[in-house]
């Protein structure tokens, strides 16, 4: 073997080394981020209403519109953060999220009011996103063809945050009170911030001048026959979860549960987190034999089925085993689509695209809960998970048409159709 194959040899086994490195180090700490994040889950409807003494369907209406605006912030800021990634660098969006949200989530433990707790999480949703942003680090690093793999590892981390979280969060909240766990929740961030910081290393070529993204780029990949179905399908699929999110605490509360809501919801959520970490991990693998279009049809229509459940649960038991099999097929729809939306553009648009499905994931997510929180107002609690169900179904008919044929890039092994 003469020396020019054995450089490139070498060369090609750092390569490999590299993105790998990267990916464990980003899922090691988005692990750490998405526990922190998960703490205050289980508790903020809870929280709100120890803020305004209010009744349950005006807790679920204020848990509705604090989430709703950080959702509505996100979606109005990705896709600046997106052209700001193409720009200077995927990492340092990872680290603004992670850091940025830290320092919100920390304030938001000194909130006197609703009205203070609400302006706070606007300032989180201008700030944070670090899913799409970690997303976006990893589909840059990543070789192509190995791409649905590193996203369901990754969300099998994202999941096992949203597993332990919400358990870890609602026993911190009842034994340590509510504002104790947010400064938790932003030591735990800024953790996970400095992790990246230290260990992940990203090789970046800024654009030529005539090369550089403009937000009219982002308007036109955004309305492209390649993205926007799958942004109208990542928006809707968002919305279905965060309908029902703020319900889950005051539905458990008014089950007449003798014993503490928040560690009952912190349940609920990890068992719900359990459950779509296995199944993501599956999907994950299951992306180079079955094509991702499938997998996402599938998930979306089992999903919508496995939402009726709840309606009729009866006890705080049953409505704990009804909400954790929700999840058997959410990890199918998050990895199909995240790894989609990285094989749907060239590899100089990762950042634009990422940040235009973090836009889209937070538009759902602002409409979700708002949805959710004037429903429950009008048409009590339990028929909001019907009308969630619907939703997914719905989807998953209309995906089978929206989306396109065969993402740019996508290997043949993935190939949709």
Same mark, same amino acid.
């Given at each position: ?227 926007? $179905? =799958? *942004?109208?399908?990542?928006? +809707?699929?968002? %919305? @279905?979860?965060?309908? !029902? ?123 979700? $809960? =708002? *949805?959710?929180?004037?429903? +429950?107002?009008? %048409? @009590?609690?339990?028929? !909001? ?33």
């Amino acid at each position: 073997m003469n020396k020019a194959n054995k450089n490139f040899i070498v060369g090609a086994g750092v390569i490999l080394e590299s993105w790998r490195k990267n990916l464990y180090v980003i899922a090691v700490a988005e692990f750490v981020v998405i526990l922190g994040f998960s703490f205050v889950t289980p508790f903020m409807p809870l929280f709100i209403q120890e803020l305004g003494d209010f009744t349950s369907q005006k807790a679920v209406f204020w848990a509705g519109i604090a989430t709703g605006v950080a959702g509505i912030a996100m979606f109005l800021s990705a896709p600046v953060w997106g052209i700001v990634a193409d720009r200077w660098g995927r990492k340092p969006m990872l680290l603004r999220a992670q850091f940025g949200s830290a320092i919100v989530l920390t304030l938001a433990g000194l909130s006197p009011n609703v009205y203070y707790f609400i302006g706070l999480r606007f300032t989180q949703g201008l700030l944070s996103g670090t899913v799409p942003a970690a997303s976006a680090v990893v589909a840059a690093m990543t070789p192509r063809d190995k791409i649905p793999f590193a996203m369901g590892l990754l969300m099998v981390t994202v999941y096992a945050g949203t597993t332990l979280g919400p358990l870890l969060g609602g026993l911190l909240a009842d034994a340590f009170g509510f504002r104790t766990t947010f400064f938790i929740t932003g030591a735990l961030l800024f953790i996970g911030g400095l992790i990246v910081l230290l260990f992940v290393k990203e090789t970046f070529e800024r654009p030529a001048a005539g090369q550089v993204t403009a937000m009219g780029d982002v308007l036109r990949l955004a309305i492209s026959k390649e993205m926007l $179905p =799958l *942004l109208m399908v990542i928006c +809707a699929l968002t %919305i @279905g979860p965060q309908m !029902v999110a703020p319900i889950i605490p005051l539905f458990i509360s008014d089950l007449s549960y003798e014993g503490s809501a928040a560690t009952a919801s912190g349940l609920a959520f990890a068992l719900l987190g359990v459950i779509a970490a296995i199944s993501s991990f599956t999907s994950g693998r299951l992306g180079r034999r079955i094509t991702l279009k499938k997998i996402l049809i599938f998930s979306c229509l089992g999903t919508g089925l496995l939402y009726l459940p709840p309606i009729w649960a009866q006890t705080v038991t049953q409505l704990l085993i009804f909400v954790g099999i929700t999840g058997l097929l959410t990890g199918g729809i998050i990895t199909s689509s995240n790894a989609l939306v990285g094989l749907s553009v060239p590899l100089s648009q990762q950042g634009i695209a990422y940040g235009l499905s973090a836009s889209a994931s937070s538009l759902g997510s602002g409409l979700g $809960p =708002l *949805l959710g929180g004037s429903l +429950a107002s009008f %048409i @009590g609690l339990r028929p !909001v998970f019907g009308v969630a169900g619907g939703l997914f179904i719905l989807v998953g008919i209309l995906a089978r048409k929206l989306l396109a044929k065969r993402p740019l890039g996508t290997p043949t092994s993935v190939e949709m159709k």
